[in-house]
């Protein structure tokens, strides 16, 4: 069966600081990847995805990801984080084989961003 | 990006009575549509997965004649939370599959409150 796990549920940063958002899963074959934004009430937006290709995925808002097979790991990353960036962070899973878009989610990382 | 749209985004209902959510793809077609429910501060939670034309899939422990899923088109699907009880309270957030198969679009979620 596959999981995922976030390892932190809350990261503060400073405001310019690096962010690291870590995710791991576990599947019998690699899977497609996500990482998703929730802010207050709202809905998830997608922040970038792996499938196929390179391993390190560019998404929006100037966040990036790289898939590792051996560590089964895709941890999100920012250079430098803004105010507007703190939300909810959500990695999630879905099988490949499958493709069928049932995804497996982690628990959550709020991300704080402090002034 | 692809839009997925649902309706209403706050309702409040009575005790015992029906609510109906409904989860528009308004720019493409989804032959899958997928309902999950989330609690405060907690993950998302899949509830069912919905095909057009075609009953609904539903997880284990999600009781179906409770929640209600109708896919009668390739843009709608929804979810009828039937004599509703407080514990039904949640934000419900649907998503679609979009036709290439391996993104996953979210609503902006439903909030559900049964007084």
């Known amino acids: 069966a596959q999981s995922v796990t976030q390892l932190g549920s809350h990261v503060s940063v400073s405001e310019g600081a690096l962010v690291l958002l870590r995710c791991n899963y576990s599947?019998?074959?690699?899977?497609?990847l996500f990482w998703y934004v929730q802010y207050p009430n709202q809905g998830l937006q997608l922040l970038l995805k792996y499938t196929t290709g390179a391993t390190l995925v560019k998404g929006i808002n100037g966040f990036e990801a790289e898939f590792k097979k051996s560590e089964t790991s895709f941890h999100l990353t920012k250079p430098s984080a803004h105010m507007s960036d703190a939300a909810e962070y959500f990695c999630?899973?879905?099988?490949?084989?499958?493709?069928?878009?049932?995804?497996?989610f982690g628990q959550g990382t709020t991300l704080q961003v402090k002034p | 990006g692809a839009v997925v749209s649902q309706h209403p985004s706050r309702v409040i209902c009575k005790s015992g009575t029906s609510v109906k959510i409904e989860c528009r793809s308004l720019?493409?077609?989804?032959?899958?549509m997928f309902w999950y429910r989330q609690f405060p501060k907690q993950s998302l939670m899949l509830m069912a997965t919905s095909n057009e034309g075609s009953k609904a899939t539903y997880e284990q422990g999600v009781e179906k004649d409770k929640f209600l899923i109708n896919h009668a088109s390739l843009t709608l699907s929804t979810l009828t939370v039937t004599s509703a009880h407080p514990e039904d309270s949640s934000f419900y957030i649907c998503?679609?599959?979009?036709?290439?198969?391996?993104?996953?679009?979210f609503g902006e979620g439903s909030w559900l409150t049964v007084v």
């Open positions: 999630a899973v879905t099988l490949r084989s499958s493709n069928t878009g049932k995804l497996i």
């Open positions: 720019d493409f077609q989804a032959t899958t």
């Open positions: 599947s019998s074959v690699p899977p497609y």
């Open positions: 998503s679609a599959r979009t036709g290439s198969g391996n993104t996953i679009y």
